[in-house]
Structures are given as C-alpha cells and as structure tokens.
T-cell receptor
C-alpha cells in the first residue's frame, strides 16, 4: 500500500531563513507521481509541483526547490529566504500509476515570523 | 479566483438534515474529486469522477452520495450525518482524461461542515 510520511508536524522559522520540509513515501509500484501542495489559511490547496518516478532531476522554481531521491524514497521541499506569505500547511502526496488513489501526508504547518 | 468554486463555504446541520455541497469548475477539466480534511488526519480522497462517471469510491459511507451531472458540476449529497463527519470538504478538478491520478489538481476553497 502506498504511504506518505511528513514527520514534521510544525516548523517555525524567522523570515529570510531557509527551511526544508521532509517527505518520505512508500510504494511498491515502479511508476508513481509525487506532488507538493500548499494550503494557505483560506483553505484551498495550491498545486506546487509534480514529479514522476522516472525523473530524479531536482527542480528549482524561484525560492522553491525540490530534492527527489529514490534511494531514500524522499521528496523534500526547500524554501530559500522564507517570507511571511510562505506560512501555510504543506502537503506531500503520492499517486501510483496502477490505481486511482491519491495519498496525502499529514501535512507540515510552516510559520514564518517577521 | 481559483477556477473551482464551492458553495456553501460554511454549513451547519443536524444529524437528521439533508443538504448538498456544490462544486463548479470553469477550467474545462474532465475529472473532479471530493476530499475530506478532518482535524489531525491526512487528507482523504472520497470520490473521483472522470468524464462524469464515477471511477473511485474509497469506502465512503453511503450517507455521502456524489452526483456529477456534467463535467463542470459535482455535488455531494449529505444525509443522516454523524458528528465525526464534521470536516472541511474540498473539491478538486484536473485535466485528466484517463483514469490515472497523475495530473495536477486544482482545488476549491472548501466547505467547512459542522454536524450538531
């Protein structure tokens, strides 16, 4: 069964600090997709990134970067020079190619203080 | 403006009431989803519709009844709910034409449901 673990329940940083949100997943499928979503206080989830299991290349988008390592089954998310607007709950999710299920981690609540 | 609109934003109902949650997407997507977000639990996928056909039902109690009359609208009909059903219910859509959940999903703001 697929499983996603976000061990960090809450993280608090001061503005301009770098912060890494961890995500570890379990799957028996060789083809799968990993996602990160941001949930601001307003409630909706905002798509940040999708990664398929065959693409281990790390990605950078502005202050956001993702480190995908199949060897450790991890898909960590780093925010560089954090800002107050980054305060939100961040969810990591996994979808296997062979079924129609999407599993989310429990989420990490990030608070960025001015 | 998220492209996915959910109404109402908040709903308080008794256990014997019948109500419906509505979701509408203006993105031209072919797949729509209902999720339940309870306090201190991971987000749970409830239902998936692709091209107006239900393709997934994750062991959801029958007191939740989805309806997808067309590719732009999704409803969640509620009846005889329990206090533990109090949660944020999120609707999402994706471009997906096939049955694989590998497309980015666009979410609505959610309906916060409280069962008295």
């Amino acid at each position: 069964a697929q499983k996603v673990t976000q061990a960090q329940t809450e993280i608090s940083v001061v503005e301009k600090e770098d912060v890494t949100l961890d995500c570890v997943y379990e799957t028996r499928d060789t083809t799968y997709y990993l996602f990160w979503y941001k949930q601001p206080p307003s409630g909706e989830l905002v798509f940040l990134i999708r990664r398929n299991s065959f693409d281990e290349q790390n990605e950078i988008s502005g202050r956001y970067s993702w480190n995908f390592q199949k060897s450790t089954s991890s898909f960590n998310f780093t925010i560089t020079a954090s800002q107050v607007v980054d305060s939100a709950v961040y969810f990591c999710a996994l979808s296997e190619a062979k079924n129609n299920d999407m599993r989310f981690g429990a989420g990490t609540r990030l608070t960025v203080k001015p | 403006e998220t492209g996915v609109t959910q109404t109402p934003r908040h709903l308080v109902m008794g256990m014997t009431n019948k109500k419906s949650l509505k979701c509408e997407q203006h993105l031209g997507h072919n797949a729509m989803y209902w999720y339940k977000q309870s306090a201190k639990k991971p987000l749970e996928l409830m239902f998936v519709y692709s091209l107006e056909e239900r393709v997934e039902n994750n062991s959801v109690p029958s007191r939740f009844s989805p309806e997808c009359p067309n590719s732009s609208h999704l409803f969640l009909h509620l009846h005889t709910l329990q206090p533990e059903d109090s949660a944020l219910y999120l609707c999402a859509s994706s471009q997906d034409r096939d049955l694989r959940l590998n497309q980015p999903q666009h979410f609505g703001d959610g309906t916060r449901l409280s069962i008295l």
